[in-house]
């Protein structure tokens, strides 16, 4: 990937959010740190991402999981210019605690997302991918994990 500029990620998650999938935009992500093998979304806990126990509601915990996950799979896209299908065919999570601050979710799969696009782009047929994603809260200064998730990334290029 030749550029990571946060501000254009940014942009392209608002009007993403904006233009295709609504419940984005509304609980307001952010891309903290971008590149081609990590990405870190921070989705803060707000009313509305709070559940009634006043920590992140499932749905939150979700839409981070997808797109600290599938951006970097459009980022692939883009920046080599081909025309794709992704969608998540399985989602499975483990919370270990409440997540009572904002919520930080990272992946580190980039390569292997990389590796799944040029698969499906050599094999003209879906591949599929199972992404990991950590989710973390900091509390008094301190990374602490609040869940672990895996989301199985169907891929095929068009």
Known sequence: MSSYNLSKANRLLFFFGLTKIPLIKFVRPKIIAFDAEHIVVKIPL????????????????AIGADLAAGFLAFWL??????????????????????????V????????????????AEQQKERVNKLVKVDAYCYENGEKVKVAEMEIEASIRVI
């Open 104 to 119: 930080f979710f990272e992946c580190h799969a980039g390569q292997e997302i990389l590796d799944a696009v040029k698969a």
């Open 46 to 61: 707000r009313r509305r991402s709070k559940n009634h126990l006043k920590s992140m509601y499932f749905g939150a915990f």
């Open 77 to 102: 896209f883009q920046e080599r210019k081909l025309k794709a299908s992704f969608a998540f065919k399985s989602f499975r999570s483990e919370f270990l605690r409440r997540a009572m601050y904002d």
